[in-house]
């Protein structure tokens, strides 16, 4: 079983910055792929980015390319998501996912694939 801790979230302006952490815990924390996915009340759950554990390949949704940075530290079992550039439309719960499956990681948006999941953390980004 995987353990995730999602830490960062906040209030912020349009415009500005955040930086999510994510840690991973428990009996076996190997997993290849690590995502952000967010949901805004009303809204589904939906993917942001992801990378792979291994080689650090990583994909974006196409609303927080050049604006968002996904990256790991496999040795402290830590992932990240640098928010630049923050508006309003990114207001959500954020929540870390961890899954073991492979494949290309452009076929690895559903939220149906990750089966280990953390609480969230809410970001909001005032106008």
């Known amino acids: 079983q995987v353990q995730l801790v999602e830490s960062g979230g906040g209030l912020v302006q349009a415009g500005g910055s955040l930086r999510l952490s994510c840690g991973a815990s428990g009996r076996s924390v190997s997993t290849s792929i690590m995502a952000w996915f967010r949901q805004a009340p009303g809204n589904e759950r939906e993917f942001v980015a992801s990378?792979?554990?291994?080689?650090?390949?990583?994909n974006y949704a196409d609303s927080v390319k050049g604006r968002f940075t996904i990256s790991r530290d496999n040795a402290k079992n830590m992932v990240y998501l640098q928010m630049n550039s923050l508006k309003p439309e990114d207001t959500a719960v954020y929540y870390c996912?961890?899954?073991?499956?492979?494949?290309?990681?452009?076929?690895?948006?559903?939220?149906?694939?990750?089966?280990?999941w953390g609480q969230g953390t809410q970001v909001t980004v005032s106008s």
């Open positions: 990378i792979r554990t291994s080689d650090s390949s990583t």
């Open positions: 996912a961890a899954s073991r499956a492979v494949g290309s990681l452009v076929f690895m948006t559903g939220a149906g694939i990750y089966p280990y």
